[in-house]
């Protein structure tokens, strides 16, 4: 299958690529969002994606909304529950317990629910309505990446977030100076002082002078779509009084689009059943729901039982495993099929202190890598030789490594942890060195003569690294520039 | 199976949107063609579509053709008969008659045709010769989406039409005013007066000054594809004289595109065989049509025998019924396989007096919907809230409707009767209210928080609307704008 | 299956189209390359494609890159070896020889390498290593299109060559003049003698003074991407000594990216085994190697057993033959299956002396002609029916027919052969005369009203070329401009 991601450029010269900090923050009541917003020209750009942190406080709600291109989440702390709205699917979760007053039982009937936590990537389609709510006791962190060049996204190459309630015109949304943000994971959620005075109301503050290439943003800063509906029609297709429809339109809501939910039991399927074995326990269901009547017929075979989250952390399931070195473990539409319908995949990766990733590259995919923990030293190489990066990349920053571009990794003193999105579900890497390099494959004669070296030195190139993908690290210390 | 549409554009900024009358009208010497050509930055070019509506007079040819992108047509009203030439497929329809001098019989052999009659659909892919004749006795009035933007298109997102016969140069073409063409149905086929005196000769006019953009369409005022060819190599290659390769290449044709057609006797099988049925009566057909020997191999197994048309409008074909509100039907790749070579699909609304088609949004696809009789008052909301269009949509006027934009239609005094061509050939619609909308999806907690609500209001939400997707009109008048 | 080709265009006006010569020269140590660079808005940059004409002289080595776009070669002359690196891929080759010194055997083992020769056709998927080298005794002259806007290359729509071995930069690297280079066939690795001076040292002319426009063929100038790498960590990764480090990146060697490799041994299996017959004696390798174990599941059951050559000149595998006329060839994805990752094909195409290659149109695909031998006249015609070409094509020039637009050609005195790549693994042409053309299935009566003509005359356009695609010249002698 050939993957049928839209290239937004004609042409995009990658001259320099930076370890970004999120460049724009927005408070919530309960909880933070903290965005990657691609600038003109930059790599972000380049690849057609964006990406936001959400900082989801206990008791905090995501409010509903739909995307106007995939998303894939990763969960870097806390657990929660999630419900995606598949049209067409039918309510198979039917819950009740005790009514508040004690009087009599309390019914509701709803959509599939799921459970998650840390270390499980969420897949979120497009156009399907999301919410989240954090039922733990500590903050969910989650970093999503959003694939606004995704073929779903038809309209243009600019990521919408319609939203069903709330009022995000109201939220407090200021746009943090690039690289002045060097704030730490523990205050991730604080926003820059600068900015903070307003409080939550609403400030009718000029949209960003940036001339019209932030839009696609801005629009993120409205109401939610029901206020564009006429009252009484309103009225008239939900059938209910004129309080409720005021309330849907959600116009003196000003709590951003986390908020708090005090009171909020929904219930999902024993713990214990599920979990983080979820994706290797049950393939058949994931078979059944994609494959089902031989040829798929259309929208709610293919998704109404679908998994949409399958963990990545599980060291068990790791892909490469190098006890000296790390490990790395990945998620494509073979393990996690409706990855296939988002053209996405995922990689966990972790290396111990000093260790090195092999230098490689992405052959059909961007990737996008997020650092949940310590960090690397990366050196990133265009095709004409020259490093783009060269630098440390820490926790909480965000790189793009585009296709083809030749990567190596080397942990720092505490190790890295990271999480990489990729542009195809199936994303394949190319080692430039190790056990599975391009060196092996090669006949020693191409060696010798490329490189105007011996043939000893060639039979070095080729098997004096008898590890793979993880490398443990050398008696000598690396040179750090 | 992942949609491969490709978006024109990397931003496309939606702040208004308007019901469009033709803005473009051509004169044929048996009929008339109105075109909805996108102008710079509206909703047409953003959706990367365009269309056309003709009217063919009876005994009108429509002369031979194929476009560079694949067309889907709806008959508006009129019957005929449609010839699609598949390169490689057989000529399989036999014909002999007495000839006219009635000395003998006359035999013919040709590619199949087939029958259409109002309310059927017509797939058109890209590429391939089409013809059309109205052997009925009334005028034949067609819509026809054209997807510019379709990956079938390789050269850039312009409309090209490829005239096998006639001399598009010489028709009169001049562009309507936008907005001032308030030209009821009944003179659809007059063309505005300023304009109409030079009458049907070729006019030296400058072509139209907007610079670059109109391009697509100028050129279709070219002349047919034999004209560029050198005189003798054509009478070399089909062995005919230079009288016949004159006529070929129709310099001095000045019939427009539809041509007058008196003696014209095609033979096609008994009407009784197949009209309206056509469509659900030959499954097998359709079915071994495209998937012939387990993996299809190549044009001529997909198309040869492949179904071109379907009926669209049949009401006990209907896909939701409501008897106080109105139907829909909807044909998809799954009814109609050839739309899984077009990627588009279509789908035909009729709403009573006062009735609601609910709100929705189209998911994965845009809608570009067209009015067959009647009005209706819509309302379109993007993902900031804001309502981009809030008026009425009357017969013979069009309107986009991007994807993921919230929308809700409330028929006139009149009802209602739309065609709507979608972007995807598996077009999927998500409700907003009503037996189907999210709100029934969503556990009730999320309704209390999110819209900060009692129990009861989300219950209200949940469950005061049992109709699902159209509406009946309800005792209190909605407020009109 | 639809074609996922990426339009790089939203307007692509192709008023006039030109036979070129190839627009830029670099020469290495062992051959010459030819480049034909889009320029702004030419027809290459329209259709989205570029190419290269390498000369490879004997025991020259072509060092081994990956590219970010598929390539398709054909071999115009001579023969030699190919290796492609496959991530994951075994090495299934194993060698043994005595040893150069005497001393005992050498061993090496590396991937599948394969012979080809004049007439083949080589798939070279984007982002895997390739690497050829001329083990024969006369020059290989090859010619690649590359395609820039297949979905395969993400990032932009530029061609980028990642090179692995050598130093690019310190080539000599100049612009020919378009047009200027009238070089005949024999002296074709000859550079023009301006610009020649400078001998094959690094100079540091400014780069071309173009704007960003050429910057894909820039980058090509760089070093191989190992020089962007920390000489330490290149240690590191490969565990060898500096020495080697230092020759891995290459930077004092100035060979250009064709080397001389004198003493280069591979076996490649018997050449009797396979050779020109390979395509048609193992089909079920080629079905094994695509469809292994049901489901595709991954890269390497893709193309780890794939056929990545096929011989596209023998004649008795011709698809179109007239004794008088000439043949036509074609590989597409059903008989060269890892044509459906390239989503390209290719055909091959030899007319006789005034023969004629009747009017068609390339249904779904760019088509780029490359003459191997001989000359045509063409004529293009586009849409609005002017001819945007009316020229002979000689050896050694390339042309650009895009999809859709009408092509007549004639063979010179001399005849003509030709090489096409279309920008579809499934092409489809649609004959405009002779036995398989539109005229055939078309009934009488429309060519009655289209063209005004008798019945007789329609007759005579129907069935007076009795021939197919393949036309013999006629006694009368065609009328040259």
Redesign the interface.
Known sequence: ??????????????DRITAREPNRVVESEAGVSEFWIPEENDELE??GVEAVRHTINPKG?L??Y?P?APELAYIVRGEGIQ?T?????P?T?E?SFPS?GGKGE?F?K??K?YRYKEGDILALP????H?T?NDGDRPIVTIVLRDTSN????????F????????S?SQQGQQGGRGQQQRGQETRWEVPSEGRTQGGKRRDEPRRAEG?RR??Q????????????????????????Y??VR??K?QN?NRGFI?Q?D????ITPEKQEQGRERQRSSPSRGQSGRRGGGV????DETLCSAQLSANLANPTHADVYNPRGGRLSSL?S?KFPVLD?L?LSAERGILYKNA?H??Y?N????SVIYVTSGSSRL?????????VF?DWVREGQLIVV???F?V?K?AGEEGCEWVAFK?ND?A???????R?S?????????L??????S?E?AK??KY??QEGVV?SP?S?S??E?
């Open positions: 299958k050939q993957q049928t991601r839209l290239s937004g450029r004609s042409e995009c010269q990658i380049c690849a709600l409010l509903p739909y106007s419900g709205v598949l049209p067409g699917c309510e979760f819950t508040e309390f509701d709803h959509q629910v497009a156009g399907v309505v919410w709510y073929v779903a996204n038809q309209l243009d190459r600019t919408r977030k319609f939203f069903l309630a709330g009022n015109q019209g839009r696609g801005q629009e993120q800063e409205g109401s939610n779509i029901f206020s564009g509906f006429d009252d009484q029609i309103l009225q008239d297709v939900f059938n209910v009084d309080e409720t309330q849907l959600g809501d908020v939910a009171n909020f039991r929904v798929p017929n259309g929208f494509n073979h319908l053209q090195i092999a230098p590259y052959l059909n995919a961007h050196q990133i190489v265009k095709n004409d030789g020259s490093a060269d585009p296709q083809n030749a190596v080397k542009t199936n394949i890497t190319s080692q430039l060195a190790g599975f391009f060196v092996r494959a090669l006949p020693e004669e191409v010798v003569n490329s490189y105007e070296i043939r030195q070095s190139l004096n690294r490398l050398r000598t690396p040179r520039t």
